[in-house]
T-cell receptor
């Protein structure tokens, strides 16, 4: 079965600090896509960053970057210089080439404190 | 550019009542999806429509039906609501099912009492 595990139900850091959210996944397939989505209190689901499994270079999007370890099936999200607006639920998800369905983790609640 | 629009945003139903959740996208996407989100869990796929005229079951289809009315609209119907269907429902769309990015609506919070 394909699964996503986010082991940190909740995290909190001070504004301007760096925080890393962990995600591990399980699949027997070789080609897949990994995503981090942000869900602020408004409920809107927003794509933060994505990574193609065949790319060795870690994806970066402004203050957001990933540490993709394919052999370990790990896909962590690093948020640098955290801001109050980063407070949200963060979901890790992946999709394989053979299955259109996004498989989601349970989420990590991130609180940025002033 | 509205993106994905869902209506209503909130709804309370009594057990056994029926209702339809509406979803429309203005991005000319081919694929549309309905998810539910329950506390402590990620999103779970209810139904999807790979393209206009097709619909298929996802992970948790029981108790739901869908209609892909046209390319823009994809509705989700609860024929006889049950308390287990209390959840937040999200509609999403993507250009194709294999595309890497899905765009989400703002969700509908449904409570069945």
């Amino acid at each position: 079965a394909q699964t996503v595990t986010q082991s940190q139900p909740e995290m909190s850091v001070q504004e301007a600090e760096t925080v890393t959210l962990s995600c591990t996944y399980d699949t027997s397939e070789n080609n897949y896509y990994l995503f981090w989505y942000k869900q602020p209190p408004s409920r809107q689901m927003i794509l933060v960053i994505r990574q193609e499994a065949y790319k060795q270079q870690n994806a970066t999007e402004n203050r957001f970057s990933v540490n993709f370890q394919k052999a370990a099936k790990s896909f962590s999200l690093k948020i640098s210089d955290s801001q109050l607006g980063d407070t949200a639920m963060y979901f890790c998800a992946f999709r394989t080439d053979s299955n259109y369905q996004l498989i989601w983790g349970a989420g990590t609640k991130l609180i940025i404190k002033p | 550019n509205a993106g994905v629009t869902q209506t209503p945003k909130f709804q309370v139903l009594k057990t056994g009542q029926s209702m339809t959740l509406q979803c429309a996208q203005d991005m000319n996407h081919n694929s549309m999806y309905w998810y539910r989100q329950d506390p402590g869990m990620g999103l779970r796929l209810i139904y999807y429509s790979a393209s206009e005229g097709t619909t298929d079951k996802g992970e948790v289809p029981n108790g739901y039906n869908v209609s892909r009315l046209n390319k823009r609209e994809f509705s989700l119907r609860l024929e006889s609501a049950a308390p287990s269907q209390t959840s937040v429902y999200f509609c999403a769309s993507s250009e194709f099912t294999w595309n890497t990015e899905a765009f989400f609506g703002q969700g509908t919070r449904l409570t069945v009492v």
